[in-house]
């Protein structure tokens, strides 16, 4: 008989498959201010419409998992989001999740993080290492919350996420700019210790939730402490990196005809 504890995360979503793991009722839907859910039904009814009906064979239909943490940017740790996960397996030890800003079925679509084993970690470049940041005290302090999944499933999710490491980019700096995604992609990073996070943010996403970052913190008092790779979380080596735009070197025009 197979014991959940030792099944791998990236194993543990291919198990999870069928309903959305982390979307019951345990998750409300986050209040903020939407298009009406009227408008955007009719928008998708008028969209079926126009194709023929929903088209089959999805990636998204690989996503078996819902999991929501916060993130702040690379060098500036005072601007903070909460940003809800979608995520699929990859291949091999990979995981994909697309982020958005609430769990709302017109929620923006902020960014992408891709998730990776401690093995897969290290046989990363040192340079490629510093842009990767590690999830064990997001999961051990309760800041990494799958709503809607409880019981050993939730124990187990959480357990293997916390040896893993993210590597995450926002596309929508959602906190400067609502209505339109604006500037270049950033690169974000995750929290590592007590006194970081603004606790009126994790209030918020509490609330609009309907979890407890204290009450999930008590639960998995008993997990292990994951030895974290020191080349992981480069921002606190206080040379944080991020992208900037700037002009390519000049090319050689190309021949218009």
């Not at 009722?25 to 903020?32: F, L, M, V």
């Not at 293997?160 to 209505?179: L, S």
Request: charged share 20%; proline share 7%.
């Amino acid at each position: 008989m197979i014991q959940i504890r030792s099944v791998s995360i990236f194993l543990l979503l291919g198990l999870l498959s069928g309903p959305l793991a982390g979307a019951g009722a345990g998750g409300r839907q986050a209040a903020d201010s939407r298009t009406p859910r009227s408008q955007s039904g009719s928008r998708r009814t008028a969209s079926s419409q126009a194709t023929g009906g929903q088209q089959a064979g999805s990636p998204m239909d690989n996503i078996h998992a819902y999991v929501c943490g916060l993130h702040f940017y690379s060098g500036q740790p005072s601007r903070q989001v909460i940003a809800h996960h979608y995520c699929a397996p990859g291949r091999g030890e990979l995981m994909q999740c697309v982020i958005y800003d609430s769990n709302r079925k017109d929620a923006r679509l902020i960014g992408i993080e891709y998730v990776i084993s401690a093995g897969q970690f290290e046989t990363l470049s040192p340079v490629e290492q510093r842009l990767w940041h590690s999830h064990a005290y997001e999961v051990k302090s309760g800041l990494l919350a799958a709503p809607g999944l409880s019981g050993a499933a939730e124990q187990t999710l959480m357990r293997n996420f916390a040896t893993t490491y993210g590597k995450t980019w926002h596309t929508w700096q959602v906190d400067r700019d609502e209505r339109l995604p604006l500037g270049i992609p950033q690169l974000m990073m995750g929290f590592t210790a007590d006194g970081q996070v603004d606790p009126g943010l994790v209030a918020a996403r509490d609330q609009a939730l309907g979890v407890s970052t204290p009450e999930l913190k008590r639960r998995r008092t008993g997990y292990p402490d994951p030895l974290v790779a020191p080349a992981a979380d480069a921002w606190k080596l206080g040379v944080p990196l991020q992208l900037e735009l700037r002009p390519a070197r000049p090319i050689t025009p190309i021949p218009m005809h």
